[in-house]
């Protein structure tokens, strides 16, 4: 069983950035993926990187949002730029298998 930490999250002015971070036990040989979940609202997909390295990104956040892997160090990390209050959410690190428990992001004046 593989288990997955986030961290990095926290409370940010619109405008601002962070960078998140997902350590996982083992070692991940398939495609990760972050997905975000906001109060009363489904947990949406946000961007997903293969074994590879390929990226996709969902429209909302594309040209602000980076995923990247470190398959060295088994992590996965979403940086995140000019961040809006709609990206206020619990954002997940997950391997479509094994999830994290979550980071809450907030984004607020």
């Known amino acids: 069983q593989v288990q997955l930490v986030e961290s990095g999250g926290g409370l940010v002015q619109p405008g601002g950035s962070l960078r998140l971070s997902c350590a996982a036990s083992?070692?991940?040989?398939?495609?990760m993926a972050w997905y975000r979940q906001a109060p009363g609202k489904q947990r949406e997909l946000v961007a997903t990187?293969?074994?590879?390295?390929?990226?996709n990104y969902s429209d909302t956040v594309q040209g602000r949002f980076t995923i990247s892997r470190d398959n060295d160090k088994n992590a996965v990390y979403l940086q995140m730029r000019n961040l809006k209050p709609e990206d206020t959410a619990v954002y997940y690190c997950?391997?479509?298998?094994?999830w994290g428990q979550g980071t809450q992001v907030t984004v607020s004046s």
């Open positions: 990187v293969s074994s590879g390295g390929r990226t």
């Open positions: 083992g070692r991940i040989f398939g495609a």
């Open positions: 997950t391997t479509f298998f094994y």
